[in-house]
Every structure is written in structure tokens, then in C-alpha cells.
């Protein structure tokens, strides 16, 4: 980025975070766009993703045992070694991660799309707890990772996508998720020590943005939306959006690019308003 293009705030580095299901192929778009404009673009995957799709998908032993508190704290050592605050933004699970990250005084801004809930910030939806009872039927699934068929991948996913484009997207992009890492997002609320915990009414100062999809089959509206309740008892710049017709795939579903520009937006003209 040249010295002309620097935003005011001098923020130029920007760290994107997938969510449950995926890989950080998701962003490729986002990186693709916001590159074009000069701004350094770090997409890493979760610790363990490192290899390719397929042999995550024939082999996701590496991934098994993550849960979310690796997964928040592999990208808070990334975020301190940077050196000065980016902007984060997360989808779905990378959404929480977010939220997690700034409660620990990280980041520039945050934008949590479409995110899972925080402990105590919202119900979890029904797609997840079912998914997450899966896990409950055999102790042995909550160590591996947790596939979704297409039909299940569709539903939780793309759909507000046709039938070929959604299995496109899945062939694409979709990995196992791992399985303690559902049970934790899945059971938050249930848990006294939850490591999805955060403290909606003091512990941040970062600003953040909620942006939920009205079609979002996964974490519905009502997920940020109660999110958003609490955190307004917080002293921090917190902000709700909503997308009506969009689903839980709106990182890459046609007119991503709407959604990338206002989170970008509106991430540099609120970076660094702390309280």
C-alpha cells in the first residue's frame, strides 16, 4: 500500500478467519478484493489445516482433537507477532473467535459475520444442536472430525443457492468439522467454564460490528441479534447489520461483494475508537 492509500487511521493489514466446515479457501474472494486495494491480507488456516482439502477430507485426523480455544489462540500469537493492531474479521465459528480475540484487547476493529454465539450471548440454533447431539452418541465422535452429507451441507449452508451451485460450493471449499470443537460451540451454554466465554458488559474496548444474514440456516438473525442486546451494555463501538436474503454461505454466495465492502468500511472508519 503506498503512502497516498494509507486509510487515516494508518491501519493496513487485515486477517480474515473461516469457520466450522471450511478452510481459509472460503476468503478467497475477500483476499482476492481487498489485495486490489492495497491492503495486506492475511487468511491463515485453523492449526492443522495446513494440508490440502482432500486430504483433510480423506485423512482429518490432524484436526480432531481442535477446539476453540486453540483455534483463538493460534490466531491471537499471529495478531500479537503483527506487531500494530489489523482489522479482524471472522464467518460463522470465526465469528466467536473474533469476538474472543477482542475481549483480549486484540485487534484494530472487529467484524463477526454470521457468528456462532459467545457463552451466555445468545440460544444456539437447532441445526447445531443437533449436530452437536451427534457427537454425544458415541464418546469416540467428539475426538474426530464430523462430516456433513450434501443434503446436510446444503441445508445448514447454501441454501439460497440452486442445487448444482450449492454442490459446487461444497466440492469447493467443505472439510469435517472437528468434533470438539462443535460440542463447544454447540453446548456453550451448558458448560460453567465454557472457553466460549466473553464479558459482553466490561472486558472490551475494540470496536465491533455484528452482521447477520436473514436467511442463515445455521446461526440465524436472532443469534446476532441477541448478541448485539448484550453488548450494548458495554462502553465500546458496537454495531448491528443485517443482510435479509442471504444465507450462511454469504461470504461467497453472488453479491459477496456488497457485504465485503461495507465490512471493510465501516471496520476503517471505526478502527481504534476505543473507549
Given amino acids: 500500500m503506498s503512502t497516498d492509500d494509507v486509510p487515516p487511521n494508518g491501519i493496513d493489514t487485515i ?12 476468503w478467497e474472494h475477500w483476499v482476492g478484493r481487498y489485495s486490489a486495494r492495497g491492503y495486506r491480507v492475511l487468511a491463515p488456516n ?27 489462540d493460534h490466531y491471537d500469537h499471529l ?6 493492531p489489523p482489522v479482524i474479521i471472522g464467518h460463522s465459528v470465526g ?8 475481549d483480549r484487547g486484540l485487534g484494530a476493529a472487529g467484524v463477526a459475520i454470521d457468528p456462532a454465539p459467545a457463552r451466555g450471548l ?13 457427537t454425544l ?12 452429507r450434501p443434503g446436510q451441507f446444503r441445508r445448514m449452508f447454501t441454501n439460497t443457492l440452486s442445487q448444482r451451485h450449492a454442490a459446487e460450493v461444497r ?30 458488559d466490561r472486558g472490551r474496548h475494540v470496536p465491533l460490528l455484528l452482521i447477520s444474514s436473514g436467511q442463515d440456516h445455521i446461526f440465524p438473525d436472532t443469534v446476532a441479534k441477541a448478541s448485539f442486546k448484550r453488548y450494548r451494555q458495554s462502553k465500546a463501538v ?30 476503517m472508519e471505526n478502527a481504534l475508537a476505543r473507549t
Fill in 15 to 26: 486477517v480474515l478467519i473461516h469457520g466450522l466446515w471450511l478452510t481459509s479457501l472460503s
Fill in 122 to 134: 445468545g440460544r444456539p440454533s437447532l441445526p447445531m444442536l443437533r449436530v452437536g447431539l451427534s
Fill in 238 to 267: 458496537t454495531r448491528y447489520k443485517e443482510f435479509p436474503e442471504r444465507s450462511h454461505y454469504t461470504i461467497g454466495e453472488p453479491g459477496w461483494e456488497q457485504l465485503a465492502d461495507y465490512a471493510l468500511r465501516w471496520s
Fill in 95 to 102: 465469528g466467536l473467535v473474533v469476538q474472543i480475540l477482542l
Fill in 171 to 200: 466440492e469447493r471449499y467443505y472439510i469435517p468439522g472437528p468434533g470438539r470443537a462443535t460440542r463447544q460451540v454447540s453446548f456453550a451454554n451448558f458448560a460453567l467454564d465454557a472457553v466460549t466465554g466473553v464479558d459482553a
Fill in 137 to 148: 452418541r458415541n464418546p469416540a465422535p467428539a475426538h474426530k472430525a464430523i462430516p456433513l
Fill in 46 to 72: 485453523w492449526p492443522g489445516m495446513d494440508a490440502g482439502i482432500e486430504e483433510l477430507r480423506q485423512h482429518p485426523s490432524a484436526i480432531a482433537r481442535l477446539g476453540v480455544a486453540e483455534v483463538a
Fill in 79 to 84: 495478531i500479537r507477532d503483527l506487531g500494530h
